[in-house]
T-cell receptor, first 114, second 109 residues
Framework: DVKVTQSSRYLVKRTGEKVFLECVQD?????MFWYRQDPGLGLRLIYF???????EKGDIPEGYSVSREKKERFSLILESASTNQTSMYLC?????????????FGDGTRLSIL | LAKTTQPISMDSYEGQEVNITCSHN???????ITWYQQFPSQGPRFIIQ???TKVTNEVASLFIPADRKSSTLSLPRVSLSDTAVYYC??????????FGAGTTVTVRA
């Protein structure tokens, strides 16, 4: 089974802080993704990476950056946290871009910015 | 991703079979049909994927008619722990995913 581990289940930070969310996978998948999930808005893609040191912006990259120094680890960084970044953050991995290669998700980090 | 339509909610009782139908009239020739399950405060979990006819695994079955314009996820003999939101996705799930509202299945004792 694919295992995608997110470093924290719950996190509380203050406005203006720099926040790091970590994700580690154990299946040697090429692709890794960061989403946020908000009620009524579904899942929205923030960034994804298809290789080490490679990254692509998703639909809502503003206020975020990412880092992928090793294949198994993908970090999401909130440069200066704001209250509108309070959300559930989900990391996912996938073998490839094709329709028959589904993504596998971690359990999520519920982040609250005060 | 092709647009999909599925019921907002379904209620069932323990031991019953639950069938969720998803409509996808604009499915493309190369599109697969993929279902995810999500429990509260957890990430979505891939449960089954198919292209045509019938696919079965240890969790569910997926029935796809010949025209592929709809599909039905079948959960046999549900238990309380099957209460979750179920999402139907059609198309390229390798990169951008688009989860709609899904179907909230509530299983009662």
């Amino acid at each position: 089974d694919v295992k995608v581990t997110q470093s924290s289940r719950y996190l509380v930070k203050r406005t203006g802080e720099k926040v790091f969310l970590e994700c580690v996978q154990d299946m040697d998948h090429e692709n890794m993704f960061w989403y946020r999930q908000d009620p009524g808005l579904g899942l929205r893609l923030i960034y994804f990476s298809y290789d080490v040191k490679m990254k692509e912006k998703g639909d809502i990259p503003e206020g975020y950056s990412v880092s992928r120094e090793k294949k198994e680890r993908f970090s999401l960084i909130l440069e200066s946290a704001s209250t509108n970044q309070t959300s559930m953050y989900l990391c996912a991995t996938g073998q490839g871009p094709n329709s028959n290669q589904p993504q596998h998700f971690g359990d999520g980090t519920r982040l609250s910015i005060l | 991703l092709a647009k999909t339509t599925q019921p907002i909610s379904m209620d069932s009782y323990e031991g019953q079979e639950v069938n969720i139908t998803c409509s996808h009239n604009n499915i493309a020739t190369n599109d697969y049909i993929t279902w995810y399950q999500q429990f509260p405060s957890q990430g979505p979990r891939f449960i089954i994927q198919g292209y045509k006819t019938k696919v079965t695994n240890e969790v569910a079955s997926l029935f796809i008619p010949a025209d592929r314009k709809s599909s039905t996820l079948s959960l046999p003999r549900v238990s309380l722990s099957d209460t979750a939101v179920y999402y139907c996705l059609v198309g390229d799930v390798g990169y951008k995913l688009s989860f709609g509202a899904g179907t909230t299945v509530t299983v009662r004792a």
